[in-house]
């Protein structure tokens, strides 16, 4: 009998190691998937344009060249612009969280009077928006077209990320802790910051992530509410850039010109894909480890 038990156990263990094993393989295969075009990217940034459109850059770079980084460099405007997204993404996820962070808190607070009606007063433009139009009236309204306040303020608060900070702020303060703090004769405003603030940081971390991308990524707006071209974020830029070499490129008539404006937009877009990628990957590790904990504390528990 004993045998048999141990039989059965080997055999359970066998079948965990296998089914490990495949596991392993599958997400090493989605892995090198994932990863691949990012570093194809990288190694065509560096490498002789023509051999990238022969093919024959797969693995490593051939032929180094930085030719793309020394054109995004020495145009004035991309410099620019990158500047003015740094302060635009700054500026913006500081508004951000200065507006969402104590309108969770106070949601989450069950003592609010009236909280369900506000909180489905902000959940309303979540699916009834005003649209486009109506948006540009009001930014124009305010005075605010062609300033860097008419990218930051329309979006000063993303209901999505406010109902993931409520949820967060409902699960980690207790009612008990609360009490505690007030029969220490703590104020409302003082728990908030002397100790919900510093339990909140998994889910700070999260919304610096996800309003800092949102606003490093945003062109569209800047394409509607700005009109002075110094003022444009690094995307717009970019944007820009990119349609403006293709048409250059097919209005051309030298063969030999054009080839070598063809090969410089190639590389500069690889190396504009770089440089914009830059910040968030080196925003990202810092944060990686409050990733998790934030989103499925904030998203799964009510």
């Not at 590389?267 to 944060?287: D, E, H, T």
Request: hydrophobic share 50%; charged share 15%.
């Amino acid at each position: 009998m004993v045998k048999m038990n141990k039989k059965k156990e080997n055999n359970r263990f066998g079948s965990d190691r296998i089914f490990l094993i495949i596991c392993y393989a599958f997400l090493g295969a989605i892995l090198l998937i994932t990863l691949y075009p990012l570093y194809f990217v990288v190694i065509a940034s560096v490498s002789d344009p023509a051999k990238v459109s022969t093919g024959m850059v797969t693995f490593l770079p051939i032929g180094i060249n930085l030719d793309g980084y020394q054109a995004v460099l020495k145009d004035s405007r991309i410099v620019r612009s990158f500047l003015n997204s740094v302060v635009y993404t700054a500026s913006g996820t500081i508004v951000n969280l200065v507006l969402t962070v104590p309108a969770a808190y106070a949601l989450s607070r069950a003592d609010l009077k009236g909280r369900k009606f506000l909180l489905l007063y902000f959940m309303i433009p979540m699916f009834l928006s005003g649209g486009m139009i109506p948006t540009y009236f009001v930014v124009r309204g305010c005075h605010l077209l062609d300033t860097m306040w008419s990218l930051i303020l329309p979006v000063g608060v993303s209901v999505y990320n406010l109902i993931i900070a409520r949820s967060f702020f409902q699960s980690t303060l207790s009612k008990e802790l609360l009490d505690a703090a007030r029969i220490d004769g703590c104020s409302n405003t003082r728990f908030f910051v002397r100790i919900a603030l510093p339990l909140s940081k998994a889910i700070i971390a999260i919304l610096v992530l996800y309003y800092g991308v949102a606003h490093w990524n945003s062109y569209f707006t800047a394409m509607i509410y700005l009109n002075d071209q110094k003022k444009f974020p690094f995307q717009l830029i970019l944007r820009d850039l990119l349609s403006q070499n293709q048409q250059i490129t097919e209005i051309m008539q030298d063969q030999s010109e054009l080839l070598h404006k063809q090969q410089l937009a190639e590389l500069m877009k690889y190396s504009l894909i770089i440089i914009s990628s830059l910040p968030v990957m080196i925003l990202y590790p810092f944060i990686q480890k409050y990733f998790v904990k934030g989103v499925m504390i904030g998203s799964l528990k009510e």
